[in-house]
């Protein structure tokens, strides 16, 4: 099975510091997109950031960035200027281009300290 | 407002009952997918649809069937052989093949076996 793996269960950052959390990803294909998705307290899924793999630029998305690595088959989320907001479970997760589905690590759960 | 809807918000069921989830999208999204997420875990995919009358089994789909009559609407029965069924359910959607097509996700259903 291509799995998608987070090695960190648990991270936690102090408020206004930045956090990055790791992925990694098996996958036979060249083409391809990653999501990092968010999950707060209310349960909700919020996409934070996605990336096309045949895109050698890093996705940004405010204070939400990615460093992808292709070679090396990972893609990290760096969260800067970290919020109270920002608490949740984050679950980073990879699609094929050839279908629609996703498959997903079993997820960082991040506590932001004041 | 264009969303995913799913209810019940919480149900229980007594062992050896079936129980049906609903859940409704208003996004005109070809494609819809359920998920079950246990304690501490990611989400794993059960059944997903690409189109109208047609879907396809994910990573369990043991004790949990689905129908797709209609675009918007795809529900999904927990029967009496899902042996584990106390899990919270999360259905999505997305435009379907290709493309990044980012899945949205619904609320999500906590079913409790009593």
């Known amino acids: 099975a291509q799995t998608v793996t987070q090695s960190q269960p648990e991270m936690s950052v102090q408020e206004a510091e930045t956090v990055t959390l790791s992925c990694t990803y098996d996958t036979s294909e060249s083409d391809y997109y990653l999501f990092w998705y968010k999950q707060p307290p209310s349960r909700q899924m919020i996409l934070v950031i996605r990336q096309e793999a045949y895109k050698q630029q890093n996705a940004t998305e405010n204070r939400f960035s990615v460093n992808f690595q292709k070679a090396a088959k990972s893609f990290s989320l760096k969260i800067s200027d970290s919020q109270l907001g920002d608490a949740a479970m984050y679950f980073c997760a990879r699609k094929e281009t050839s279908g629609s589905r996703l498959t997903f690590g079993e997820g960082t759960q991040l506590t932001v300290n004041p | 407002d264009g969303g995913i809807t799913q209810s019940p918000k919480y149900l229980f069921r007594k062992e050896g009952q079936n129980v049906t989830l609903s859940c409704e999208q208003n996004l005109n999204h070809d494609a819809m997918y359920w998920y079950r997420q246990d304690p501490g875990q990611g989400l794993r995919l059960i059944y997903y649809s690409q189109i109208v009358n047609d879907f396809q089994k994910g990573d369990i789909a043991e004790g949990y069937s689905v129908s797709r009559e209609k675009k918007e609407s795809f529900p999904l029965t927990v029967t009496s052989a899902q042996k584990n069924p106390t899990a919270f359910y999360l259905c999505?959607?997305?435009?379907?093949?290709?493309?990044?097509?980012?899945?949205?996700f619904g609320p999500g259903t906590r079913l409790t076996v009593l």
């Open positions: 999505a959607s997305s435009m379907g093949r290709g493309s990044y097509n980012e899945q949205f």
